[in-house]
């Protein structure tokens, strides 16, 4: 980092101001981003698999918080500088904007970050300052072979013995779970038939005795996913977020950080994706529609973003975001599936025959955007949210 640029963000007047006010902070940050050269690799940057793509995000995490520019929306006691979501959403906004990669451990920090923060703050205190700083990560560990959709049915077990609880059972699809340090776990506490009643969220060290993490190598080839099994694995009580029973109530509070910050820090990613992609066709002729198509893909995004920012300044209020964020959610998936078959339409080559590493992110982004409308709560169940909850229509008969 340069010499000067580590005098002007350690101005303690400086740091007061922006974590009160986001457009100051916003300034500040895009100079730096522009400015610095050390964060030449990570514009563009292009990954051969997960596991490279997990440590150099880190790396570039490492240096944003060494600048503490990625500890602003975070409080004091995790290594924070004040301030709110939008400070967190104008770092996502400005990284895409200066054609930077945005480390993919944000969506897992936001998705868990602020529900460890509010039930577990001794938890956080510990492992968030280290997360901030790239030194390690944390997967969700809710979905189960049995259980999506519905997780009230879920069975991995934890009984509590003394002053811990022991662990059994299988949780699936736990993005990052063979890279990441730390698991948050729904588990059953209760009985089966509690449903969610019976349900407590527990954090797991990925290398506790007993835990064995098995990565699913998806149709792209990266193993970006993976399946956890916990055979009478030992958790110290201490590791609960809240109470135990109070699990449900730990991943609805989560489940809005998941779908308004994840929302709007994807969205940032796709304008960046839908510029480069544009910068690729330049000199090339373009076929009938293309233009109208980009057009309709820049216009998705932007209502994904209009949307979303609405959402993060309701939760930056202290506001409950409620099953309206389902709406986020559906728009999410409309952006990614449309800009990946935009790619895949305008680059046919790329897709079909090169293997340089552009082609080759391009088209395992194109696989992974075709989990967008499953992955976190399914297009369907959104809709479901949507019709009851929201617009309050009656149920169709014979549901
Ligand atoms: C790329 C990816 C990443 C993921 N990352 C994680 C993670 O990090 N942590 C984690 O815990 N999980 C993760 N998941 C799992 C994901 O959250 C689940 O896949 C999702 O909740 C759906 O559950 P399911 O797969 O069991 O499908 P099911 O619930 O079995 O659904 C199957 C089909 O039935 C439909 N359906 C189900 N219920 C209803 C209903 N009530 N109304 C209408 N239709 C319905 C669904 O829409 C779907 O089409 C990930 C999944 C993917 C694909």
Redesign the pocket.
Same mark, same amino acid.
């Given at each position: 980092m340069t010499g000067a640029t580590r005098m002007e963000i350690s101005h303690p007047d400086a740091r007061a101001d922006w974590a009160q006010d986001p457009s100051a902070y916003r300034q500040a940050l895009r100079h730096f981003l522009d400015a610095e050269p050390a964060l030449e690799r990570w514009r563009g940057a292009d990954y051969p698999t997960t596991e490279d793509r997990m440590t150099d995000n880190a790396a570039l995490m490492n240096v944003l918080s060494d600048g503490g520019w990625n500890r602003y929306g975070w409080p004091a006691a995790v290594g924070g500088y004040g301030g709110d979501e939008r400070h967190r959403a104008v770092l996502y906004d400005e990284l895409s904007a200066a054609g930077l990669v945005v480390p993919e451990q944000y969506k &897992?920090l936001e998705?868990l970050g602020p529900a460890v923060l509010r039930f577990a703050p001794a938890l956080a205190a510990q492992f968030m300052p280290s997360y901030l700083a790239g030194g390690e990560w944390w997967?969700?560990?809710?979905?189960?072979?049995?259980?999506?959709?519905?997780?009230a049915v879920l069975r991995c077990r934890a009984r509590r013995e003394g002053e811990n609880y022991v662990l059994s059972g299988q949780?699936?699809?736990?993005?990052?779970?063979s890279t990441a340090r730390r698991l948050v776990c729904?588990v059953r506490t209760g009985t089966l038939e509690s449903r969610h009643r019976g349900l407590s969220m527990i954090m797991v060290d990925a290398e506790t005795p007993g835990v064995s993490i098995r990565p699913i190598a &998806?149709a792209s080839g990266h193993n970006?996913?993976a399946e956890v099994f916990f055979d009478d694995a030992v958790v110290p009580a201490s590791r609960l977020l809240g109470e135990e029973g109070q699990g449900w109530a730990v991943a609805m509070y989560l489940l809005q950080f998941e779908r308004a910050m994840y929302a709007w820090l994807s969205a940032t990613v796709a304008s960046r994706r839908l510029r480069e992609l544009r910068a690729m066709l330049t000199g090339r002729r373009l076929a009938d529609g293309v233009v109208r198509r980009f057009g309709e893909c820049y216009c998705d995004i932007v209502t994904l973003k209009a949307r979303s920012a609405d959402t993060v300044r309701r939760l930056a209020a202290g506001q409950t975001v409620g099953p309206e964020a389902s709406i986020d959610k559906i728009l999410l998936a409309t952006v990614e599936t449309g800009l990946h078959d935009l790619a895949r339409d305008v680059l046919p080559d790329e897709f079909l025959f090169q293997d340089d590493p552009v082609a080759q992110q391009w088209r395992a982004e194109w696989w992974?955007s075709?989990?967008?409308?499953?992955?976190?709560?399914?297009?369907?169940?959104q809709?479901?949210i949507i019709a009851d909850r929201v617009l309050g229509l009656p149920k169709e008969r014979g549901a």
């Open positions: &897992l998705t997967g969700q560990g809710f979905s189960e072979p049995e259980a999506g959709s519905d997780l949780k699936i699809w736990t993005s990052h779970g729904l &998806l970006e996913l992974y075709r989990a967008s409308t499953i992955m976190g709560g399914s297009a369907e169940v809709r479901g």
